[in-house]
Nanobody, 125 residues
Framework: QVQLVESGGGLVQPGGSLRLSCATSGFTLDYYAIGWFRQAPGKEREGVSC?????????YYADSVKGRFTFSRDNAKNTVYLQMNSLKAEDTAVYYC?????????????????WGQGSHVTVSS
């Protein structure tokens, strides 16, 4: 049974940093593409970043977070991370990780069948 559990969200001031974690279980992380998505109140879910399976390892970022967010994976710990720096008020959202057994990742939510419960991130002074 595929399970994803996000943690690390919270309240941070603009310009601050947070690191989100997504602990996975029930599958071999090496073979899965993982995505980070977010949904702000009243807005649609959007792709933030993704990382392809270990065969490829490519990472992709939405333009809105490029240069500020970094996606990494630790297959030994079955955990992926999203390091978020230089946070802005517009980064406020619920952040979700998602997984799908495929080589290449995507920022399109429809690709992923398994989702975590979400972690709230609030950027405010």
């Amino acid at each position: 049974q595929v399970q994803l559990v996000e943690s690390g969200g919270g309240l941070v001031q603009p310009g601050g940093s947070l690191r989100l974690s997504c602990a996975t279980s029930g599958f071999t992380l090496d073979y899965y593409a993982i995505g980070w998505f977010r949904q702000a109140p009243g807005k649609e879910r959007e792709g933030v970043s993704c990382i392809s399976s270990s065969d490829d390892g490519s990472t992709y970022y939405a333009d809105s977070v490029k240069g500020r967010f970094t996606f990494s994976r630790d297959n030994a710990k079955n955990t992926v991370y999203l390091q978020m720096n230089s946070l802005k008020a517009e980064d406020t959202a619920v952040y979700y990780c998602a997984a799908q057994k495929r080589r290449y990742c995507s920022l399109y939510a429809g690709v992923y069948n398994s989702w975590g419960q979400g972690s709230h991130v609030t950027v405010s002074s």
